[in-house]
């Protein structure tokens, strides 16, 4: 099984709608990233949380929110999604207590489409 | 705020050649620098990882420096072959666990 898991891995939505992309790890991490990625872009940094307790906002964090619902789950929603939000998502994990600590760990991503 | 970028932004050579991939940044204070690779429409995979205090890291055909006063890190790859084909992504952390990424390197080996 894969130490990072997202779902859905694929999503068409409706402007307007809300929608809830979750991320789930078994690597028993402390820290949990959201990111996306356009076309020629490279990854943004949309939110990050490095407990249940502690979450912050990234470089893009306008029109989405978080939730840390336990050490093993980081949620992104948007409230109400529009078209450029069209993206590949992706969640992210690092253990800040591992010796070579801080290498980020990527889940498969989810392909949302706005239309 | 750190600017990640990486030369070329595509690359094609024949199967067998080493090639070298380019990753530069602005802001030399950084705590390490991860490659990845990435296939069409998939996520990331983690190649290397270089802490801020080490030179080089190697595994297997791949070999990746780091020059932090230059602001720069190379990706070597040796006898490339097809199937490294795939976009290459640099990302450079700061010491509060932020993560900046390069646009990334598609590289395709011709057979």
């Given at each position: 099984d894969a130490d990072v898991t997202q779902t859905p891995r694929n999503r068409i939505t409706k402007t307007g709608k809300r929608i809830m992309l979750e991320c789930s790890q078994t690597k028993g991490h402390d820290r949990m990233y959201w990111y996306r990625q356009d076309p020629g872009l490279g990854l943004r940094l949309i939110y990050y949380s490095f407990d249940v307790k502690d979450i912050n906002k990234g470089e893009i964090s306008d029109g989405y929110s978080v939730s840390r619902q336990a050490q093993a789950k980081f949620s992104l929603s948007l409230e109400s999604a529009i078209p450029n939000q069209t993206a590949l998502y992706f969640c992210a994990t690092s253990d800040s207590t591992s010796p070579s600590s801080y290498e980020q760990y990527f889940g498969p991503g989810t392909r949302l489409t706005v239309t | 705020k750190q600017e990640v970028t990486q030369i070329p932004a595509a690359l094609s050579v024949p199967e067998g050649e080493n090639l070298v991939l380019n990753c530069s940044f602005?802001?030399?204070?950084?705590y390490n620098l991860q490659w990845f690779r990435q296939d069409p429409g998939k996520g990331l995979t983690s190649l290397l990882l270089i802490q801020s205090s080490q030179r080089e890291q190697t595994s297997g055909r791949l070999n990746a420096s780091l020059d932090k006063s230059s602001g720069r890190s190379t990706l070597y790859i040796a006898a490339?072959?097809?199937?490294?084909s795939a976009t290459y992504l640099c990302a450079v952390g700061n010491n509060f666990n932020k993560f900046y990424f390069g646009s990334g390197t598609k590289l395709n080996v011709k057979p």
């Open positions: - | 602005t802001d030399s204070a950084i490339s072959q097809p199937g490294d």
